[in-house]
């Protein structure tokens, strides 16, 4: 594979709403390059950036993939990225590697909610965006409809650089309102196209356009502005030349036109990405800490080498695959590097460029490229590899937590050996996931964005490593609490043969405020109860509450004052207290108004503004209480709290009620009271399922 420098590279997110033809568009710049032999599609599972089985059987990408084009002695790096809202994070930590994006747009539906997510990642990273108006050979698709989508959303700077030659199963090519040319494909869909002159019927549209542009592109630039004041245009080169600095600073957004399927359009596409997108030297420095001291570090060959992991492939027979971007220097193949996390050094052997699944091996890669390299030691996304000469550490992607949990339970004892360093494997490889044990339930739980993203890690563990388990909701880890007050006398007192047992406490108990959980607080004097015991109290009446009193669920949230009791100089002793204790927790409980609480989570819900009164009242169904609404484009936002018991299908229900348009996302806030309805219907529950157990165990 030939070595290419920054100044020659281009890497470039693809990225937009699901099934908005990302993948069918790297396909159509490979093929047109020259990369494949013939035109892959999705549907056929041939994509050379599908290339799981899982993004095969399901016919959507599910992790982000890798493919370099080679056009006009350029290289490009395509980082073809999941578009649907359950996998939409590793889009987020793919994008930190990508220098610019294109972000496409359904000609049909237009701008969409994953759409909008995928630019305010790009706006995150500061990245230069492209909007591409994809499947316009569709039925019903329509240029003019999808770019006053784009307008209403992003506003005037999305600027069309291209019109659309043909609509629907007419569309045939493209109109650059640069050069003023037209370009017409062939069906055979090799992604070339014939330049001719733009059709009679086009022209006045076309002119227009040209002008929007030509102002557009002077507007922001003082000296630009005061040629178009005098001259009433731009030349072609003033023109060009204005537009790639609009592009590289975020002022303008040029729009392009494509049938990925027919593979129109694709080569205008590299064109533009060669002329008007910046190469990774040109994007500034890269910022990080270095002996906790904040550092820049330029993007450039003279500097000391330092590389960026963004992304970890587990391999079952490679083992650990590595994706890195150099973020400095230039890294050779078998160069040592010290990792910033662990501290220590990784030897990369055999680094290579990303190509679908393969690596191309090459002897070294400039500040600026991506490449791969398989089984380091100890190195795992978001770590910084760096030549221990000059320490460097760079920060790695913030994802937002887990929206969804549910229960793992291995099939077999010998699935239960190995389900632990399966799902290790499967956690490197997504680092949205989150694998823990309930302390509460003790149930071991795997949480991820959306049930679908739990049930592809699921099939990975069977496919790769041969362990099956079982996915189940999880059980509400629900508390008991009081809402009274009681004064209670607790005495054990057991004679044998020999020594008794002997302890006596008396104690008040009250409520605490929500989420203090448990105070203790020891009022004896004058020696009722000797020092020693003391402690033995609290723990005997900690074991009790941890057991519950109405369903089995720890109580929490109660104080407790040991003010009197008695001992007995031989039968008295810790386990008598404990014992004592015990009683006397269990005696208060009856007279404390005990009751039932559940944990109230916050949800955030995003989804097209049309949907915003069936969520709502959707949400009022599930006992949830509206916090807050927000609309930003055309993506209503609303906020809410709600009970956990309540949001368990929530991912199936929300997919249902939007097509597939909304995502969401949640986590713990607090603890409130169960319903006394509801909270009967638990209690019972949980009673019933105690005397089942008792049974089974007689």
């Known amino acids: 594979m030939k070595v290419y420098l920054g100044k020659d590279i281009r890497n470039v997110a693809v990225t937009g709403h699901g099934n908005s033809g990302k993948t069918s568009l790297v396909a159509g710049c490979l093929y047109a390059a020259g990369a494949t032999s013939r035109l892959t599609r999705v549907d056929e599972g041939n994509t050379l950036t599908d290339f799981d089985d899982e993004e095969i059987q399901r016919k959507i990408t599910i992790s982000t993939a890798i493919a370099l084009v080679e056009w006009r002695k350029h290289k490009i790096n395509l980082l073809d990225t999941p578009g649907f809202n359950i996998f939409i994070n590793d889009t987020k930590a793919s994008m930190v590697a990508a220098d610019a994006t294109l972000v496409l747009v359904d000609g049909v539906a237009g701008v969409e909610v994953q759409t909008e997510k995928v630019w305010q990642f790009a706006e995150e990273f500061g990245l230069p965006r492209v909007l591409v108006i994809n499947r316009l050979d569709r039925e019903l698709s329509s240029f003019e409809r999808a770019l006053e989508s784009i307008h209403e959303v992003f506003g005037r700077a999305a600027v069309p650089v291209q019109l659309p030659l043909g609509a629907e199963r007419d569309f045939r090519g493209v109109i650059d309102l ?36 030509v102002e557009m592109v002077a507007e922001g630039n003082d000296e630009l502005m005061e040629e178009f ?7 072609p080169e003033r023109m060009i030349e204005g537009l790639r600095q609009a592009v590289r600073e975020r002022r303008l957004y040029p729009v392009l036109c494509a049938s990925a399927l027919r593979n129109i359009g694709t080569d205008r596409i590299l064109d533009f990405i060669v002329d008007n997108l910046p190469a990774p030297t040109e994007m500034g420095p890269k910022r990080g800490v270095s002996g906790g001291q904040p550092v820049e570090r330029r993007v450039a060959d003279d ?10 492939i587990a391999d079952p027979f490679a083992g650990r695959i590595s994706y890195f971007k150099v973020y400095s220097g230039i890294v050779k193949n078998d160069a040592n590097l010290t990792n910033s996390r662990s501290g220590g050094t990784e030897r990369l052997s055999h680094i290579g460029c990303l190509q679908g699944k393969e690596i191309l091996p090459v002897i070294e890669l400039h500040a600026g490229d991506i490449g791969a390299v398989a089984k380091l030691k100890d190195t795992l996304t978001g770590d910084t590899l760096y030549d221990k000469s000059a320490p460097i550490e760079y920060p790695p992607v ?38 823990y044990r309930d302390p509460q339930t003790k149930e071991f739980l795997l949480a991820g964005s959306g049930q679908q993203q739990v049930e592809v890690a699921v099939s990975k563990l069977n496919k790769r490593y041969g362990v099956n388990v079982e996915l189940h909701a999880p059980k509400i880890p629900y508390r008991e609490t009081i809402r009274g007050t009681a004064d209670v006398h607790g005495r054990h007192k057991k004679q044998t043969g020999g020594h008794g047992q002997f302890g006596d406490c008396k104690i008040r108990v009250s409520p605490l405020p929500r989420g203090e959980k448990f105070a203790f607080e020891n009022q004896i004097f004058g020696g009722a109860i000797p020092k020693q015991f003391i402690p033995a109290v609290e723990k005997g009446i900690l074991e009790a509450a941890e057991q519950g009193y109405l369903a089995g669920y720890p109580v929490v949230d109660f104080k407790v004052e040991l003010y009197d009791g008695a001992y007995h100089e031989v039968d008295s002793n810790e386990l008598s207290f404990k014992l004592a204790g015990r009683k006397a927790f269990r005696l208060a409980m009856e007279q404390a108004k005990p009751a039932l609480l559940e944990p109230i989570m916050n949800v955030e819900i995003h989804a097209p503004v049309e949907y915003a009164g069936d969520l709502m009242g959707d949400l009022n169904g599930r006992r949830g209480r509206i916090t807050g609404m927000e609309v930003k484009g055309n993506t209503q936002i609303i906020r809410a709290q709600v009970p956990m018991a309540e949001m368990l299908n929530y991912q199936n229900d929300l997919t249902s009620m939007t097509q597939g348009r909304a995502s969401f996302s949640m986590e713990f806030d607090h603890y409130d009271f169960v319903p006394q309805q509801i909270a009967e219907k638990i209690i019972a529950e949980a009673r019933a399922a105690k005397a089942g157990m008792a049974e089974e165990e007689e």
């Open 178 to 213: 640069i050069a003023m040319k037209a370009y017409s494909y062939a069906p055979d869909g090799n992604g070339k196209g014939t330049e001719e002159e733009i059709p009679a019927q086009m022209a006045e549209a076309a002119a227009q356009a040209h002008e929007a542009l």
């Open 229 to 235: 004041f005098d001259k009433g245009t731009l030349s």
């Open 303 to 312: 500097e000391p080498a330092s590389a960026f992991v963004f992304k970890t």
């Open 398 to 435: 913030k994802l937002p937590e887990p929206s969804i949990a549910f229960a793992v339970k291995a099939k077999s004892r010998q699935d239960e050996d190995r389900m632990g360093t399966a799902i290790q494997r499967i956690l490197e490889e997504d680092q949205s996931l989150r694998f």
